[in-house]
């Protein structure tokens, strides 16, 4: 075939050859033959951001993005944006139940100065999931990690509250068992109205407050715990404040104040309350009575919360001194490949080699030796990278793949090297047609290698579940794919959240075309201008998990310790919390 050829992958050839329907693709799709293709995220591109000065320093340790699943209305990228923008310290973000946006919350504080914090809102008491109610049940404990370790302790206390729920959407948290992992690795926080604290004193006890606040002490430790103040103009803001901080006096634990923060700017208010309609799968008018009755929760400088809580002196800089305790860069809690079996005496990069050199003689009777400095420097690279377990682990995967009569191709970059030639994981001879191998691996740019591999999809499960029984379920694990709101789901659900009618909302859905459609005005259709206006707010927020249909994860150490484990809504199966680009 040759290079000019249209972009058709062989899946459509064959589709089309045998006369089976074809089914629908997205224009703007990658194009690979791999059933479990899709759209992958680029390297984040940080915008010009001008840091403002602040007299005061602040930390917001408390802001849920668009990854607690409709409960906040910015991306973690938005956030750390405006956290730049505003000259705070450090930003959390503290998801509901797991770590969902921490990827891209820290890839983007990489170009800022922001420093990172990583936490979460638990949901206990839960029983049943909780789309599709207007004031979602259970009690929230906020958690933060101290550091790496913190990290790894709260994303096992969530692997095991998740998995522990039996079904997707219903974590069950113990909270012996949290106060026994935490290790006094954690800063616990009072949190919100639902906290336990909060809404001791919503139910008018000051006395089941102080029961609530001492609770916690004796669990977590007077160390790690701090009662958290927040103001979003409400009129009972000012007497629970004060009731807080008299307690926190009473019982000997410091004052943090917070934004309790659902989006990075007052403008996305609307689009906060249209998500918070969509996940009660009702109209906002209908929601009006647990709506927030001011726009308050967005990120504000460190000076603009000085004067919101000057009643209590030090409260905010208390959180930036804090988060100079828990920052850390989630880099440092990368895991490594698993160890991997290999002859007496070998380690797996000199096992490697052998591998590769072993059939250079079959491959190439002769060999020039230009070729055999290139195979060499390949596998010098590999060597300085420390990636040689990576490949003797798909050359594994597919020989098991091969030994079953499975069919399976190595694909993409990976075709550029002749060390994965060699290993027979691609069919494409790198030398043979003098493939540039730095496109695949080169020891000037810092990632990782992307070797993949498509197996035949009426046997992949096959394979999955023999990864699953070589390394265990502990230290193997599949990849979420993150459904992001595309234009059709987008128009319907936020006119279910303006209030129109079933009829209207199938009918304005209808007129968006499937993918790649961009939501305008003046269009070829009848949808009001409203309505477009909020779909555009919701366009590529996160909307629910998925499984990607291939991908999976292999650790050194329990998976579930560098990412949330959940189940999937396909019984038997659990992903973890990040798609691939992420992970």
Partial sequence: MGFKNPPVSWNEIERTLSGRRPTARPAAADGGDSPAWGRKRGA??????????SSTRYAELHAHSTFSFLDGASSPEDLVEEAERLGLEALAITDHDGFYGAVRAAEAAEHTSVKTVFGAELSLDLTTPQKGHADPEGQHLLVLARGED???????????????GKEKGRPLYDLDDLAETSGGQWAILTGCRKG????????????????????????????????????????????????????????????????????ARPERL???????AIRATRSMDDLDGWLPATGAAHLRSGDEM?????????????????????????????????????PPGQTPMSYLRDLVWSTVPRQYPSLRDDDRERIAHELDVIEQKDFPGYFLIVRDIVNEARRRGILCQGRGSAANSAVC??????AVDAIYYRLPFERFLSA????????????????????????????GRDRAAQVANVIQYRPKNAVRDVARALGFSPGQQDAWSRQIERWGATIESGGDHDIPDQVLEYAMG????????????????????????????????????TVIQWDKDDA
């Fill in 44 to 53: 984040y591109e940080p915008p010009e951001i001008r840091r403002q000065k």
């Fill in 150 to 164: 913190g990290y790894h302790r709260l994303s096992q206390a969530i692997t095991r509250a998740q998995l522990r």
């Fill in 196 to 263: 336990a604290v909060g809404r001791a004193l919503t139910g008018g006890s000051l006395s089941a407050a102080e029961r609530a606040l001492r609770d916690l002490v004796d669990r977590f430790g007077r160390d790690s715990v701090h009662v958290e103040l927040t103001h979003h103009g409400d009129p009972s803001d000012d007497p629970r404040n004060d009731a807080l901080a008299l307690l926190a006096e009473r019982i000997g634990v410091p004052l943090v104040a917070t934004g309790n923060v659902h989006y």
């Fill in 270 to 276: 609307p689009i906060a309350q249209a998500v918070s």
């Fill in 306 to 342: 000085a004067r919101l809580f000057e009643r209590f002196p030090g409260a905010v800089e208390a959180s930036a001194r804090l988060a100079g305790e828990l920052a850390f860069p989630l880099r440092a809690a990368r895991p490594a490949l698993p160890k991997i079996s290999v």
């Fill in 421 to 426: 030639y060699l290993l027979g994981i691609t």
């Fill in 444 to 471: 000037m740019r810092d990632e990782e290698p992307d070797i993949d591999v498509d197996f035949d999809s009426d046997r992949r499960e096959e394979i999955i579940q023999w990864v699953y029984e070589q390394h």
């Fill in 538 to 573: 919701v366009m590529g927020a996160p909307r629910h998990l998925g499984i990607h249909s291939g991908g999976m994860v292999l650790t050194d150490r329990p998976v579930g310790e560098v990412v949330p484990i959940e189940h999937a809504r396909m019984p038997g199966r």
